[in-house]
């Protein structure tokens, strides 16, 4: 039972353009989300995060919608760069009925993002 | 401030034998996670520990065990291994106590079933 699914194995973005990573979730408990990046032979980085209580979330670059109702959250890139080529991990986390969750994040298949200068 | 250390980064096993994987948090860090990833599943999690108490477990089966240490420093374990379990052991540190999410990670034990 895949709670958190990413559809796209794969997106291709010329640099300068916007980069849309998408990311879908079953689970109504859940109540944060997060994008990690990650780079070959590296553990994954911690990018950006909303909660649940929120629908937008911004950094710099960095921004993640979040549609409760739909169960769907993206994750732009604007513009996007030849660096951030890599794989983005969507998690979240929570979902634990009455438990507590410190360190427990249910993962995305990840999608590769590559940048093309 | 040095990051989630994992040891070693590399190791090659058969059969039937079993490894122990190390981790080191990120200083001041007292949960330590531990996930499993393959080009098939993914991430998928195995085990978190805080202050040495083993606080969620994952769908994996009894073959991995984990502890944690009083200096928060933590080991996985794999016994009677199978090719099934050649992947990236991740090891992930956070700060606070309720979960946000926010995992940095360790770069990884690489470990080969042959």
């Known amino acids: 039972d895949q709670q958190v699914k990413q559809n796209s194995p794969s997106l291709s973005v010329q640099e300068g353009r916007i980069s849309i990573l998408n990311c879908d979730y079953t689970n109504s408990m859940f109540d944060y989300f997060l994008w990690y990046k990650k780079y070959p032979a590296e553990g994954p980085t911690f990018l950006i995060s909303?909660?649940?209580?929120?629908d937008k979330n911004e950094d710099g670059r960095f921004t993640v919608f979040l549609n409760k109702s739909a169960k769907h959250l993206s994750l732009h890139i604007v513009p996007s760069q030849p660096g951030d080529s890599a794989v983005y991990f969507c998690a979240a986390s929570g979902g634990n009925a009455g438990g507590t969750s410190y360190g427990k994040l249910t993962f995305g298949q990840g999608t590769i993002l590559t940048v093309h200068p | 401030k040095a990051g989630v250390t994992q040891t070693p980064r590399y190791l090659i096993k058969t059969r039937g034998q079993q490894v122990t994987l190390s981790c080191s948090p990120i200083?001041?860090?007292?949960?330590v996670s531990w996930y499993q990833q393959t080009p098939g599943q993914g991430l998928q999690f195995l085990f978190e520990y805080f202050s040495e108490t083993q606080r969620n477990k994952g769908n994996f089966p009894g073959r991995f065990s984990g502890r944690q240490f009083s200096n928060s420093r933590s080991e996985m374990n794999v016994s009677t291994l199978e090719l099934g379990d050649s992947a990236l052991y991740l090891c992930?540190?956070?700060?606070?106590?309720?979960?946000?999410?926010?995992?940095?990670f360790g770069e990884g034990s690489r470990l080969t079933v042959l």
């Open positions: 909303i909660s649940s209580i929120k």
């Open positions: 200083s001041g860090h007292r949960s």
């Open positions: 992930a540190s956070s700060l606070r106590g309720r979960g946000t999410g926010e995992l940095f």
